[in-house]
């Protein structure tokens, strides 16, 4: 049976260099494009990790299994449904020595006992193995690269956000890191061939889930759920160089795919297809319901030509407080304090709103970044897709409830209290306005120094 490693990083956008990005060096992660396939249109199932591993994890939707609520807490996880099992331990079962290194953060209770870090000294001879392999680096706080630094007035900045020293600072640091991503990429391919372990091995690089900005991470647009995917082959069936795939893929297609490359059986509740072979999928489906303290439920399908979003709960708005990006994203504040001096564009003041539409509609050849919205000009196209939103949710059962319900205001309270404990830790007062947040993201950025 081959072998199969998963490099795995977090909160990442195809921001590389084999993606076409002009600025970022990625010389290692190029390399497995070079020698492999390269998805040019992979998605998370959800814009946040624990949801999203949940989902890639079992390779059913984290809607199915009550896994959609991010951060729930360890008492109100809900176990597994019966018969359903993680990837690794079927692949345990069926004889592979399993290694799973680094972050789990699984949104369900885990009642297995395959998924846990293990000595290779415990492997027996000629065992296949199944190895995870994981990075911090691109995931908040950033670690900027003083070697290959990147001009914060080269980047192309997005026209849903502020043109502003801050925002070009942070976008830079995410780029920067990227960087220091790649090197941890050529670092663990060195191990794996001074171990000679890639002989009949499968190497997958990908990202729980889109890159870390305010309209990215925990929400439904391309920024949030479109993720860089390289499948690697290395002395096995499968290999293709330097192959490129435009279809529509899915990170819950992964399951499927290692079982099938791996000559095993593919379970029938398994949501995703082996992408391997043919690739048939007409529609993507991702999900958002309530992350941390910032409660919300959206569901999006995406097509080949359109991004359709609903908004379940359009009284709350985009920007409603989430005290996770209060404390760790820099252009949050920045937004909010930049809209009460009138200074955004209409492109940026429209995410300020106090609701949100119902439906969203973009049509990406015209509007790569979903700025603008026109489901309220083509009634039958959003028909269409909240009709097929509907059948989805219906076949997958996405109708759980929020498992920390009976505990919601304590759990509020405590992140509400974290972010003051915050403010107080940092030199601010327990209530600062947002330009006193931005002055701190100024000093804390060091552009005063630039």
């Not at 002395?235 to 290692?258: A, F, H, Q, W, Y």
């Not at 028909?383 to 109708?399: A, C, G, M, R, S």
Request: one cysteine or more.
């Amino acid at each position: 049976m081959p072998n199969i490693v998963w490099l795995i990083a977090e909160d990442l956008s195809p921001d590389l260099a084999c993606y076409g990005h002009p600025l970022v060096q990625t010389p290692n992660i190029d390399s497995l494009a070079v020698a492999g396939m390269r998805f040019e249109n992979a998605y998370s199932t959800s814009p946040v990790c624990s949801p999203s591993r949940s989902g890639f994890i079992t390779g059913m939707y984290q809607t199915s299994i009550g896994a959609d609520y991010h951060d729930t807490m360890a008492k109100n996880k809900l176990p597994l449904p019966e018969g359903v099992r993680t990837l690794p331990d079927i692949l345990e079962e069926a004889g592979y020595f399993i290694d799973y290194n680094g972050k789990t953060h699984f949104n369900f209770k885990y009642e297995g006992s395959a998924i846990q870090n293990r000595k290779w000294n415990e492997r027996g001879e000629q065992q296949p193995f199944f190895l995870v392999l994981q990075t911090k680096h691109t995931h908040r706080p950033f670690t900027r690269d003083s070697l290959r630094p990147i001009d914060p007035a080269k980047i192309e900045i997005p026209a849903c956000y502020p043109d502003h020293e801050i925002t070009r600072r942070d976008w830079a640091d995410y780029l920067e890191d990227v960087q220091h991503l790649d090197d941890w990429v050529g670092e663990q391919i060195d191990w794996l061939k001074s171990n000679a372990l890639l002989n009949n091995t499968i190497v997958v690089f990908f990202a729980d889930h889109g890159r870390p900005h305010v309209r990215g991470k925990q929400f439904l647009y391309d920024e949030g759920t479109k993720v860089p995917l390289i499948i690697t082959c290395f002395n096995t069936s499968c290999r293709e160089k330097n192959k490129v795939v435009k279809e529509l893929v899915s990170l819950i297609d992964l399951g499927p795919t290692m079982l099938k490359f791996a000559g095993l059986k593919i379970p029938d509740y398994m949501h995703g297809t082996d992408i391997l072979s043919e690739i048939k999928r007409e529609y993507i489906f991702a999900s958002r319901s309530r992350n941390g303290d910032a409660i919300d439920k959206i569901r999006s399908v995406r097509s080949e030509n359109y991004l359709f979003i609903k908004n379940f709960m359009p009284e709350k708005p985009w920007m409603q407080l989430s005290s996770y990006k209060k404390r760790a994203y820099p252009v949050y504040s920045l937004l909010k304090a930049m809209h009460e001096s009138n200074k955004l564009t209409p492109e940026q003041s429209v995410y300020m709103a106090d609701t949100k539409p119902e439906y969203e509609l973009y049509l990406l050849a015209e509007d790569p970044f979903q700025l603008n919205n026109i489901a309220e000009f083509n009634s039958e196209i959003v028909i269409n897709f909240n009709n097929v939103l509907k059948e989805w949710q219906k076949e997958t059962t996405d109708n759980f409830d929020d498992p920390d319900r009976n505990d919601l205001e304590e759990m509020i309270a405590g992140k509400r209290n974290g972010l003051k404990e915050w403010y107080l830790r940092n030199g601010l007062s327990e209530n600062p306005s947002n330009k006193e947040v931005v002055d701190y993201w100024r000093k804390k950025l060091g552009i005063n120094r630039q």
